[in-house]
Nanobody, 123 residues
Framework: QVQLVESGGGLVQAGGSLRLSCTAS????????MGWYRQAPGKQRELVAG???????NHADSVKGRFTISRDNDKNTVYLQMNSLKAEDTAVYYC?????????????????WGQGTQVTVSS
């Protein structure tokens, strides 16, 4: 049973910083991409940042220069360093991991999600 456990959310003042962590357990398969999504009240879930197994990253335009995603493959852990937080960053942040389950007869991956962690930025 694959589990993603997130930590690091909380309440912070605008301009402050938080670091989110997410560790995947319960799998012996390769983890391809890992990422962070967020969902604010009344809005759709959106990609914040993603990172591939080779370390290539992408960040949403709204967080570029403020947020940085990284991962430790040995620990199956992904991090999101969030600096210069703004009120509009307030949301539930979800960790995602795409795990390769088999290569035969064709590559088959599955997405797994964490339970979400609340980030609230007060202005």
């Amino acid at each position: 049973q694959v589990q993603l456990v997130e930590s690091g959310g909380g309440l912070v003042q605008a301009g402050g910083s938080l670091r989110l962590s997410c560790t995947a357990s319960g799998t012996t398969f390769a983890i391809n991409t890992m990422g962070w999504y967020r969902q604010a009240p009344g809005k759709q879930r959106e990609l914040v940042a993603g990172i591939s197994s080779d370390g290539s990253t992408n960040h949403a335009d709204s967080v570029k220069g403020r947020f940085t995603i990284s991962r430790d493959n040995d620990k199956n852990t992904v991090y999101l360093q969030m600096n210069s937080l703004k009120a509009e960053d307030t949301a539930v942040y979800y960790c995602n991991a795409r795990i390769l389950l088999t290569m035969s007869p064709a590559p088959l991956s599955r997405d797994y999600w964490g339970q979400g962690t609340q980030v609230t930025v007060s202005s």
